[in-house]
């Protein structure tokens, strides 16, 4: 099932760790329309603007997948309106940079990128169909700090 023109369901449903431990990782409904709200005002933006192919690093999860990575317990991972990201060749810092700047988001948390490395980490962004905060983020895995 095709969200929108460079991503598909199955992109966010792959989860080697619900593979392997036999876990249903399928959304409902509401998960696959905020996924599509997601690709249509996020990730295929970042696809047309940069040229650049890339898949989620984590898409959807389950409730169970979620508990089982211990992810937390509000993620919006399990409601279909987050993703982890990175796109090859690119600095995640640029990247965090460019969303803020140039999308509608709820969340963006630059996770475990480590200045003068450019490819650490990865970009955890966030659509809500109802209510974008624009919270812009850094999280080094033990604090989040505002980024402005």
């Not at 992109?11 to 431990?21: D, G, M, P, V, Y």
């Not at 040229?51 to 991972?77: A, C, D, V, W």
Request: with cysteine; glycine share 6%.
């Amino acid at each position: 099932m095709k969200l929108s023109e460079n991503f598909s369901l199955e992109e966010f449903t792959k989860s080697q760790t619900a593979t392997r431990l036999g876990i249903e990782n399928n959304p409902d409904m509401t998960a696959i329309l905020n996924l599509t709200a997601l690709c249509k005002n996020v990730l295929q933006p970042i696809r047309d603007n940069f040229g650049i192919p890339f898949t989620p690093n984590s898409g959807y999860r389950s409730p169970e997948l979620n508990t089982k990575i211990g992810g937390s317990k509000t993620s919006q991972h399990c409601k279909g309106q987050a993703v982890d990201i990175e796109v090859p060749t690119m600095s995640n810092l640029e990247l965090a940079n460019w969303c803020s700047a140039m999308l509608e988001f709820d969340q963006i948390i630059l996770e475990f990128y480590k200045e003068g490395e450019p490819s650490s980490g990865w970009v955890h962004i966030s659509y809500n169909v109802e209510n974008n905060r624009k919270k812009y983020l850094s999280f080094d895995g033990k604090q989040y700090k505002e980024i402005k």
